[in-house]
């Protein structure tokens, strides 16, 4: 049964649920070594914090930032569930910083996310090196060159049945990217499962067209490490938090990474995309003071999720963790909505619990 385990989604008036998961963020705002002090890519990175802020209350997890990554140590990585190294490069790192999150990804004790500037390893940038960096994490690729003016590109799915890709088109357009080349790709050491069109590309300066790869990843995963771990390359420009495709993806990414089902958000009279339980027969709810049960005659339930009215998910169940009853006795009166899937269909309903 599922009771026992619900004891974090409680919906006490005086105490809000434990965060389902916890994501630590390395990115920083200030550079010195510019005219100005601001790092090159403050506006994406602001623009990401409000982003991930609201998904991360939307949610229910929790988010901390460090401005880099000298504070990080084995102590601080075991209380979080997913790194996101956001536009953050790999030097500048101290040795426990290293060790801690080499030991963090080896042992799979959470994921990894990296964005753009997480690939900018190299002779051409940097002096420094770290080896398990470059041949453990992100291939085996050298930065050689980037599309300073911008280019607008077509990013193309390899593989759309990834989780990853959930409500994403199998092409998309990025329309301000500076599309990094590398010395070779990362292809025969990792999974990747996107690519950018080169033939897409529409220059703001043609005189860096030739400013290509040939065969260009811009998502990929490494297998071989035990954590989750994704790389995506588009993460420079400010507008990719106006591109829906762009956001999806970035959603699906923290979930996944950090191997955690996505809640679905809902408020209350938006059921336009939900199908009537009562008229289909196939799910039936009922609820006493301590549990809601919930039943599929002829079906197979696969999915439970129970949202407050504001949306808000307090529970989600599938696979081996699923059972017919919810504990819902420390919850108050009010509507919640159910929702459920099986093997071929979703349903939600609205429930007033007295």
Known sequence: MLAAALGFASEARTQAPAPRFRVLVIAELLDPSNADGNEIHRPYVEAAKIWLNKLGADSNFTVTYLDNPNTITDTMLSKVDLVWQMNYTPFRWNATAKAAL???????????????????????VTSETWPWYFNNLIGGINYKNYISKFASGNVRLEDSTHALFKGVPTTFNVSTEEWYTWDKTPRPKVHVLANVDESSYKFVDPSQSGTKMGDHPVI????????????????HHPNLFTNTAYTTLLRNAV??????????????????????????????????????????PGASLRSIDVLDASGR????????????????????AGRYLVRTATETDRFSQWLELR
């Open 102 to 124: 080499e030991k963090y990804l080896d042992g799979g004790k959470g994921g990894w996310l990296g964005d753009h500037h997480a690939t900018l390893y190299g002779s051409a």
């Open 220 to 235: 990929w995963t490494n297998d071989n490490l035990k954590a989750r771990n994704l790389y995506i390359f588009m993460g």
């Open 255 to 296: 979930m996944w990474v950090a191997n955690k089902p996505a809640p679905t958000s809902v408020k209350p009279g938006n059921r336009s995309d939900e199908k009537g339980i009562a008229a289909a027969g196939r799910i039936q709810l009922g609820s006493d003071s301590r549990y809601i049960t919930i039943s599929a």
């Open 313 to 332: 998910t307090l529970y989600h169940a599938a696979g081996k963790d699923l059972g017919d009853r919810v504990d819902r006795s420390h919850w108050n």
